[in-house]
């Protein structure tokens, strides 16, 4: 932009933001708050209705669907042809036992794979494979001689891991320690149990009953079934995958099993409450989306997910509260965010927070202490997502779809292909083609990122993002995507994006943040 345009655009910029302040003069001080509270879930649900099955939701499908991949576009642009051999691909160059097709390159780097591999390793290590769906996990580790200190690497046993659901603890506090804690009301207990997930580590924090978020609980679980690899050193590892076949080309996926959902069964309780946490990733690793480097903040995400949904549950079970954290299992997390009033659903599928919009990651921590519930919460996105169309054009999978938001069913014709069974079928939403957008992620070796680099609510905090959220309320919200991208943010919106001189400086100005 020169020097005319610049000013040209800031004095545009001037009279929105004068205009929504004017149209809003108590809303227009730093840190705003401006949605507004919901009685009812703000999406049309169905009469017919019926919860989703975890083997609908992609990640799950990817190493246990038999079935040939639906949507032609990932046949022809990836040569994918098998659902359960994706998860195989992906796990695979994540770990690093392949390489993705832009190795070596900027953002693409051994040091930007070191750093990814980083910002999983709490999730990879104490909370395996909870990004796909797996719940309750347990940690692989080895035999130990008392007596040699040696390890017996080809002995793997398993022990719980940081998304646990044992509850021994919170039992025995209430049979032999000093009973259940007894808060004085449940506003009392709620609003200690929020500013403990917030000293913990949490961004935001939200409950909603287990009344409204049963509908969200999956139809059935799934049951990992992990493929023993050994190694050349001998080394036994239990994994999603066989990882010494796929560094021969052979991608295996090791399958699931299928159980009803039953918390009782497997926690010990009955839920009454559903706490609903969130993490903001890193805004510097974000911009650099598709590369490694955004890959780094979206694992930093999960890890920290475990570590402090583990906190929370530690916190909770000193006090008898049985509970059972979550990452992507048992139940869909963006409609309980919802439900727990964190924010609004997107075109990009993904929820948008007023703080942080798209930039976050989610867990749920079902309990059977009752809270004071949150009420869902709205502050135009649905609305503003109508006209934006940023993160359909910038979508290197095309994935995202440009048609209004609706009841969609399985089979139905949209500008990004048929709807496959992994939509939520029978609540109104924006339509993404999951094989699309996995198919992509399969055949570059990355998680992506890029429609929360360009969305316009990605933003750090600053007051002339408040202007913004503002104007996005008022009649000027169409020129804001215009401006977003006069001014630079989110990068280029097409398919030569990781190739660009922005993407290309992107990735340097992370690593020489100082």
Known sequence: MDRRDFFRMAALTSVVAGAAVISSPQKSSARLVLSKEQDEFPYEISSDFKGMPQTNCIFCRVFSDKDAVVDEYVQKTYGLTKIDQMGAMLASSKDGFVHPEQHGEPGFTAVDKALELAGWATNDEFSPYAEFGRRNSLIGTHIVNPVTGKIAKDKPVFVPGLHTWDNSRAEYEIKH???????????????????????????????????????????????????????????????????????????????????????????????????????????????????????????????????????????????????????????????????????????????????????????????????????????????????????????????ISKDPAQVYKVGQETSVGKINKSHLAGVEHYYVNAERCFGYWVATGTTCGTCVAVCPYNKIDEWHHDLTKIATLTPFKPLLRHLDELFGYGGPLDKTRSKSKWFKDAVADFWNKA
């Open 177 to 399: 320690g000093d009973g259940r804690y007894q808060f004085k009301d449940k506003q009392e207990a709620t609003d200690r149990i929020k500013r403990a997930c917030r000293y913990l580590g949490a961004d935001l924090v939200g409950v909603t009953s287990f009344e409204r978020a049963q509908k969200w609980v999956y139809t059935n679980w799934l049951d990992l079934h992990p493929i023993k690899n050994t190694f050349p050193d001998g080394t036994v590892k239990m994994m999603t995958y066989d990882a010494m076949e796929a560094q021969k080309g052979n991608f295996i996926s090791a399958g699931y099993g299928v159980s009803p959902p039953d918390f009782r069964a497997e926690s010990g309780f009955e839920p009454k409450s559903v706490i609903t946490l969130a993490w903001a990733m890193d805004y510097d690793a974000m911009k650099t989306a598709p590369s490694l480097v955004a890959g780094a903040a979206a694992g930093e995400g999960y890890s920290r997910l475990a570590e402090i949904s583990y906190k929370v549950s530690t916190f909770l079970r000193r006090l008898g509260i049985k509970c059972a954290p979550c990452g992507n299992d048992t139940a869909a997390s963006i409609p309980i965010a919802i439900e727990s009033g964190m924010g609004e659903g997107s075109r990009m599928g993904m929820l948008i927070t007023e703080k942080y919009g798209p930039r976050v990651r989610l867990a749920k921590i079902f309990t059977d202490i009752e809270l004071v519930p949150d009420k869902p919460r709205t502050f135009g996105v649905k609305d503003f997502c109508k006209n934006c169309m940023k993160c359909a054009d910038a979508c290197p999978a095309k994935a």
